[in-house]
């Protein structure tokens, strides 16, 4: 299970916490660095002056990605 509460629901309906695992997601910060230097990847896009949004999930309605672009809108005008 990578969430607590599709973990706390499996674990509700099987009865049985020893069968299931939780293994959290997580992001390696060796590899993917806060603070990159965006300026090369905003030049090729186009984007020097604009916000961007990246997301590696797919764009599948369970993961509310229309919310994320939603978002960008509002971000966007702070």
Do not use: C, Q, W
């Not at 993917?32 to 997301?55: H, Q, S």
């Not at 590696?56 to 369970?62: K, N, R, T």
Request: charge should be negative; proline fraction near 3%.
């Amino acid at each position: 299970m990578a969430s607590h509460a599709l973990y706390d629901e499996v674990a509700r309906l099987i009865n049985d916490k020893e069968k299931i695992l939780l293994i959290p997601l997580g992001v390696d910060l060796e590899r993917f660095k806060p603070d990159l230097n965006t300026n090369d990847l905003r030049e090729r896009l186009g984007g020097e002056d604009k916000l961007i949004v990246f997301t590696a999930e797919a764009f599948e309605s369970v993961y509310g990605i229309e919310y994320l672009i939603l978002a960008t809108g509002i971000v966007g005008k702070l």
